[in-house]
């Protein structure tokens, strides 16, 4: 399987970030599988965001729980986020990935997103 994001590169502060993952050679309701969000600032170790699993679940990291959304569009196998009110430390690669129960095991390249005024 193979996941791809997209999204813009820069935004300003206070906006709202919308990436998508295009997942292509499986479906994302496959059963068992969870579709999932990761940022890393740069230098930094990786840190989770959120996912939705293979049923339509979510489910969010508890530190941006109240900024972020993250939904789904199946026929076009495709997941999404949003982070609401970004600031320069929402500055990361994001990734998206596919998670089993022992891992995640299929990732896109990422794209850097910079918030900056």
């Known amino acids: 399987v193979q996941l791809q994001e997209s999204g813009p590169g820069l935004m300003k502060p206070s906006q709202t970030l919308s990436l998508t993952c295009t997942v292509s050679g499986g479906s994302i309701t496959t059963n068992?599988?969870?579709?999932?969000?990761?940022?890393?600032?740069?230098?930094?170790?990786?840190?989770?965001?959120?996912?939705?699993?293979?049923s339509g679940d979510t489910y969010y990291s508890p530190s941006l729980k109240s900024r972020t959304s993250i939904s789904r569009e199946t026929s076009n196998n495709q997941f999404s986020l949003q982070l609401r009110s970004v600031t320069p430390e929402d500055?990361?690669?994001?990734?998206?990935?596919?998670?089993?129960?022992?891992?995640?095991?299929s990732w896109g390249k990422g794209t850097l997103v910079t918030v900056s005024a």
Do not use: E, F, N
């Open 32 to 54: 068992g599988y969870g579709w999932t969000w990761i940022r890393q600032p740069p230098g930094k170790a990786l840190k989770w965001v959120g996912g939705i699993t293979y």
């Open 91 to 105: 500055t990361d690669v994001y990734y998206c990935a596919r998670s089993t129960p022992t891992g995640m095991d």
